[in-house]
């Protein structure tokens, strides 16, 4: 970004926004991130990167990677101990599921489709129990 070595501070609340661009890990001197009552469903992986990072709001999001949960209860640096773990670095954005006709996921839209999934198992346990 033609900016990136001077922000420290982006205010983006009760935006909608759903999706983070993974550009934003690229921020050296962002020191505070505020994204407070958007639709977020999960961070970049990258953001963990962001060593001068000291203010994540992040309250009132739809978040499952990290869970909201977390974020809520959690201090900043146990969302990017999180965030760290999971981060397998930028040459690794898919997962190749072709094998089983899943084509290629990032790993974080494999979260949602492994929950559908699960609903749907015990969906139809919960039919043949009744029956």
Do not use: F
């Not at 550009?23 to 639709?39: D, F, S």
């Not at 089983?100 to 949602?112: I, S, T």
């Not at 749907?120 to 029956?131: F, G, N, V, Y």
């Amino acid at each position: 970004w033609r900016y990136g070595e001077t922000v420290r501070a982006i205010h983006l609340n009760d935006n909608a926004i759903a999706e983070l661009p993974d550009r934003i890990c690229a921020l050296p001197c962002l020191t505070a991130l505020h994204l407070e009552r958007n639709k977020l469903s999960h961070l970049p992986y990258g953001l963990h990167r962001l060593s001068s990072l000291t203010k994540l709001a992040l309250a009132d999001n739809v978040l499952y990677d990290p869970p909201q949960e977390m974020v809520d209860a959690a201090g900043l640096g146990r969302v990017m101990s999180y965030l760290a773990a999971l981060d397998l670095g930028p040459d690794s954005r898919a997962v190749g599921l072709g094998g089983l006709g899943l084509g290629y996921w990032r790993p974080h839209d494999l979260v949602p489709a492994v929950r559908e999934e699960l609903a749907t198992r015990l969906h139809q346990a919960e039919l043949q129990d009744s029956s």
